[in-house]
């Protein structure tokens, strides 16, 4: 099966989830099932990954700022531009990715493979629509809060960590962080946040609701979906940098 058939596959999936609730109480709960699910969820990993991810980047941003002539307080706008930037929108959801998307894939495909979405379409029910959509809406309303809360927590653990080993006290840090701030920053990681959170839940959807075989199958298509979701995420932020930056 080409790219072409993949995509043109993708496409109806899409278009096939808009439809009339046959029970919008049941579309509800659903998708409160997955903000718990996608939100709640990843909200450790991302909390433990953006601490170290800012306490790192402020040390190996002192490291290589070995000039006298340059102040302590260049390191926490470094580290401040790069959080919000790159790190928080882009790896983040990266390891969503790997953790949500997974997650999609494998739920999806195991329904497909016991039966369940068939037996759900003899009932009438449309299956995009049910099942897929509150998937996406709940991406698209929880990954962002989750990266506005990576870029918190990323700043926060620079500034731990540059007063911990001594490399700038916290009073610098802060001088730092607000000198030359550009607000519009904020809105280009949201912009990125939004696009990735597309990505990580429509593409897993896809491959799992389209599984055909037994459980090998499944474990195929989640990695499959995790690589292709990566890749999709790597050039989407490319795309986005060359135009809105």
């Not at 402020?58 to 290589?64: G, R």
């Not at 609701?209 to 298509?221: C, D, M, P, Q, T």
Request: proline share 3%; with cysteine.
């Amino acid at each position: 099966m080409n790219f072409f058939t993949h995509f043109g596959r993708y496409i109806l999936m899409i278009r096939g989830m808009f439809s009339k609730p046959e029970n919008m109480k049941m579309y509800w709960k659903e998708f409160m099932h997955q903000c718990s699910e996608i939100g709640i969820g990843s909200l450790g990993i991302v909390s433990i990954i953006s601490i170290f991810m800012g306490a790192v980047s402020t040390l190996q941003t002192a490291y290589q700022l070995v000039s006298p002539i340059i102040p302590a307080a260049t390191i926490a706008q470094i580290v401040r531009d790069t959080v919000i930037l790159e790190f928080s929108p882009t790896l983040v959801c990266i390891v969503l990715a790997g953790v949500v998307g997974s997650k999609i894939a494998s739920e999806l495909g195991n329904m497909r493979v016991s039966e369940q979405i068939d037996a759900l379409e003899i009932m009438g029910i449309n299956t995009k629509a049910y099942l897929i959509m509150p998937k996406i809406i709940a991406a698209l309303i929880t990954i962002p809060m989750l990266v506005v809360l990576s870029m918190v927590l990323g700043i926060w653990g620079g500034r731990f960590a540059g007063a911990a080993t001594h490399i700038l006290s916290t009073d610098t840090y802060d001088k730092g962080l607000i000198q030359n701030f550009v607000p519009y920053n904020i809105w280009f990681a949201l912009i990125k946040a939004y696009t990735f959170a597309f990505i990580i839940s429509s593409i897993p959807a896809y491959f799992g609701y389209n599984v055909n075989g037994g459980a090998l199958e499944i474990g195929r298509s989640s990695t499959k979906s995790v690589v292709v979701s990566c890749i999709m995420i790597l050039f989407a932020d490319y795309v986005l940098a060359a135009i809105l930056l």
